[in-house]
C-alpha cells in the first residue's frame, strides 16, 4: 500500500476567547504540555471540550482539578481551548480524575501525533517502534540530528513564508522527536549525510558550528552510526535522492518514507522497502566510515 499526501501549510486558528486563556507559555507550567500543529488544531479543541465536559460533570474547577493532576488553573484552560496538549501521563491522571473510565486516555495516540504537520504524524508515530532507522539526506542535515537554531533557520526559508508562532511549535515538535537516542531499548540509527550539506551555512556560521559540533556529540553515540558521503565520491547508489528506511522492532515490518517538494510518501510494499534497505547498504559501503567520516566532520569545523 502506498499512501501519498501533499504537504499544506496551515494558519493557526483563532483561539477561544469565551474565557480567561492566560499567556500561551504559562509561568511555571511552560513544560506543560506541546503546541498542536495547525493541521490538528480542531482535533486537540475537540479533546479539549471532552476534558471540559467531564470536570463540569465533576463538580470541578479549573484550579481544584489542575492541583488534581499537577498544574494550575491557566494550564487547565490552555488544555480545555486546544492550546496545549496532554502528554500521555497527564492524559491516564485526568482520566482517573475524571472517572472517565478511559474514555480520555483513548486519546493518547491522537494527541501524541497531533504535535506534528499532518504529512509527518504517520512517520512520527513509527518513530517511536523502531527496532532499526536509516536515513540519507542530500540537502539539509536529518531533523533527528539539528539543533534548535539550524531548526529555525531552516523554517524561517519556507515559502510560503510560517509564522513565528508555527516554526517554534514545530521546533519544539521536532526536539521531541529526539528522544529516540536515549530510548530502551535503543534501536539501531544510521545516518548517511552528504558532505555538501557540511558545508552549506544556513542561518550563519554560528549555527552551522553549533550543528556540526552537535552531530559530531551524537556520533559518540553506542546505538548511532554517521557517514559522509563525500563530493569526490564517483559511485553513490542514492542518486534518486533522500529517503528513509524504518523497521518495525514488533513484527520487523519495513516502511520506506520520502519527501520531494513538499509531498510526502510512506510505503510499506516489501519490494520497495527491500530495495531501499538494500540500497542504503550499497551507499554505505560507498560512503566514508564512521572513523573516517569523523574526522572530515572535524576538518570543516576547524576550518570555520
Not at 552549506?200 to 553515540?221: C, T, W
Not at 569526490?232 to 528506511?245: K, L, S
Request: glycine letters at 8%.
Amino acid at each position: 500500500m502506498t499512501e501519498r499526501t501533499r504537504t499544506t501549510v496551515g494558519v493557526e486558528e483563532p483561539r477561544n476567547n469565551d474565557e480567561d486563556t492566560g499567556s500561551l507559555f504559562i509561568g511555571d507550567d511552560e513544560e506543560a504540555g506541546l503546541q498542536p500543529d495547525a493541521t490538528s488544531k480542531a482535533l486537540v479543541i475537540a479533546f479539549g471540550q471532552n476534558v471540559k465536559t467531564l470536570r463540569e460533570r465533576e463538580g470541578l474547577d479549573r484550579e481544584t482539578f489542575g492541583a488534581r493532576i499537577g498544574y494550575s488553573a491557566a494550564t487547565v484552560a490552555s488544555y480545555e481551548q486546544g492550546r496545549r496538549i496532554m502528554n500521555g501521563k497527564t492524559i491516564d491522571k485526568a482520566d482517573e480524575v475524571l472517572r472517565a473510565n478511559g474514555l480520555l486516555s483513548s486519546w493518547k495516540g491522537q494527541m501524541e501525533r497531533a504535535q506534528y504537520p499532518a504529512t509527518f504524524q504517520g512517520m512520527a508515530a513509527l518513530e517511536k517502534l523502531a527496532m532499526e532507522l536509516l536515513k540519507y539526506d542530500t540537502l539539509m542535515f536529518p531533523g533527528l540530528l539539528q539543533t534548535p537554531d539550524y531548526m529555525r533557520a531552516l523554517m524561517a526559508m519556507r515559502r510560503p513564508l510560517l509564522d513565528d508562532d508555527i516554526i517554534e511549535q514545530r521546533v519544539a515538535a521536532r526536539m521531541a522527536r529526539q528522544e529516540i537516542f536515549d530510548r530502551w531499548p535503543t534501536p539501531y540509527l544510521g545516518f548517511i549525510i552528504d558532505e555538501a550539506v557540511l558545508l552549506r551555512p544556513h542561518g550563519g556560521i554560528d549555527v552551522l558550528r553549533g550543528q556540526l559540533e552537535h552531530v559530531l556529540l551524537i556520533g559518540q553515540k553506542r546505538n548511532v552510526e554517521i557517514q559522509v558521503m563525500p563530493l569526490d565520491c564517483e559511485e553513490n547508489a542514492g542518486v534518486t535522492g533522500p529517503f528513509t528506511v524504518l523497521t518495525r522492532r514488533r513484527d520487523g515490518k519495513q516502511f520506506l518514507y520520502s519527501e520531494v517538494a513538499g509531498v510526502t510518501s510512506l510505503q510499506t510494499e516489501p519490494e520497495q522497502t527491500t530495495l531501499a534497505h538494500t540500497r542504503y547498504g550499497i551507499m554505505r559501503s560507498q560512503a566514508l566510515s564512521s572513523r573516517e567520516s569523523t574526522k572530515k566532520i572535524e576538518g570543516i569545523l576547524g576550518s570555520l
